[in-house]
């Protein structure tokens, strides 16, 4: 029995770090490449505790094999009992409260440009692109027209989407969020952002896609029975093509259905 759980606790950490030296390749990590700057300074937050986590892992794993080693040894001495060590727990308390409050410091900086308003990039402050309002169960989207800047309560020159987000690429963007019903949760996984859609609150939300493409949005919060139904996407577009879109869509709702009919009466 001696060498079975000595082999089993040894070889527990040997898999686990392995795992995780191969979990990359294998595609078992984060969704993807951050798309954004904020994200890769958050994925380099979980490497960082990932690592402080593995060396844990790994130091008491040897410390347990190192106890069973010397505990096992087969002689006649009589086992004794301890009521504990006093600097070893000192120890332990101290060295564990220090690497959470390194943690809680080294982060702040993230903490407060990912949620503090004051925070964000000036940019993204000053125009909002659009309001995303969530609710059973689709994304509502409310962008002002063209040339003018989204206000809180709805304008009637307001253009609407649903379950579409575009916003300009490779630029800090902000977003008010909303909920009409239930609590939801707006995940933009490749872009590292979730945050939760509260009754009764707007909330501001910034991120900013680095390169033009198509990136998931889903509902991460359970909602109700169509809450599977949440899947949307945001769409960077290139800053000209952003424009030229949001004309297109302001050109679509302005046209009332009798433009056509008026053109072929002057015929
Ligand atoms: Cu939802």
Same mark, same amino acid.
């Given at each position: =029995?001696?060498?079975?759980?000595?082999?089993?606790?040894?070889?527990?950490?040997? %898999? +686990?770090? +392995?795992?995780?030296?191969? +979990?990359p390749? =294998?595609?078992?990590?984060f #969704?993807?490449?951050?798309?954004?700057?904020?994200?890769?300074?958050?994925?380099?937050?979980?490497?960082?505790? @990932?690592?402080?986590?593995?060396?844990?892992?790994?130091?008491?794993?040897?410390? =347990? %094999?190192?106890?069973l080693?010397?505990?096992?040894?087969?002689?006649?001495?009589?086992?004794?009992?301890?009521?504990?060590?006093?600097? @070893?727990?000192?120890?332990?308390?101290?060295?564990?409260?220090?690497? $959470?409050?390194?943690? +809680?410091?080294? /982060?702040?900086?993230?903490?407060?440009?990912?949620? %503090?308003?004051?925070q964000?990039?000036?940019?993204?402050?000053?125009?909002?692109?659009?309001?995303?309002?969530?609710?059973?169960?689709?994304?509502?989207?409310?962008?002002?027209?063209?040339?003018?800047?989204?206000?809180?309560? #709805?304008?009637?020159?307001?253009?609407?989407?649903?379950?579409?987000?575009?916003?300009?690429?490779?630029?800090?963007?902000?977003?008010? $969020?909303?909920? /009409?019903?239930?609590?939801?949760?707006?995940?933009?996984?490749?872009?590292?952002? *979730?945050?939760?859609?509260?009754?009764?609150?707007?909330? #501001?939300?910034w991120?900013?896609?680095?390169?033009?493409?198509?990136?998931? @949005?889903?509902?991460?919060? @359970?909602?109700?029975?169509?809450?599977? *139904? =949440?899947g949307?996407r945001?769409?960077?577009?290139? !800053?000209? /093509?952003?424009?030229?879109?949001?004309?297109?869509?302001?050109? /679509?709702?302005?046209?009332?259905?009798?433009?056509?009919?008026?053109?072929?009466?002057? !015929?």
């Amino acid at each position: =029995m001696r060498w079975f759980w000595l082999t089993f606790f040894t070889v527990c950490p040997i %898999v +686990a770090v +392995a795992f995780c030296v191969i +979990a990359p390749g =294998m595609d078992w990590w984060f #969704p993807s490449e951050a798309g954004s700057p904020l994200g890769e300074r958050i994925d380099s937050l979980f490497h960082l505790i @990932l690592y402080i986590v593995t060396g844990t892992f790994i130091g008491t794993q040897i410390a =347990m %094999v190192y106890v069973l080693w010397k505990s096992s040894k087969k002689d006649d001495t009589r086992a004794w009992f301890s009521h504990g060590s006093h600097n @070893l727990e000192v120890i332990w308390t101290i060295v564990p409260a220090g690497i $959470l409050l390194f943690i +809680a410091l080294y /982060q702040m900086d993230v903490w407060a440009e990912f949620r %503090v308003v004051s925070q964000f990039p000036k940019e993204a402050r000053k125009a909002p692109v659009a309001e995303v309002m969530a609710r059973q169960f689709e994304w509502r989207i409310r962008y002002p027209e063209p040339g003018r800047i989204l206000q809180i309560q #709805p304008q009637p020159t307001d253009l609407y989407a649903v379950n579409e987000i575009l916003v300009p690429a490779a630029k800090p963007v902000m977003i008010y $969020l909303k909920t /009409q019903d239930v609590q939801h949760s707006f995940f933009l996984p490749e872009l590292r952002v *979730k945050q939760d859609a509260v009754p009764g609150q707007i909330i #501001p939300v910034w991120f900013e896609a680095t390169k033009p493409g198509e990136y998931t @949005l889903v509902c991460a919060e @359970l909602c109700g029975w169509g809450h599977y *139904k =949440m899947g949307a996407r945001v769409v960077a577009l290139a !800053e000209e /093509q952003f424009e030229a879109a949001m004309e297109e869509l302001a050109e /679509q709702q302005s046209d009332d259905g009798f433009a056509d009919a008026g053109d072929s009466d002057d !015929e």
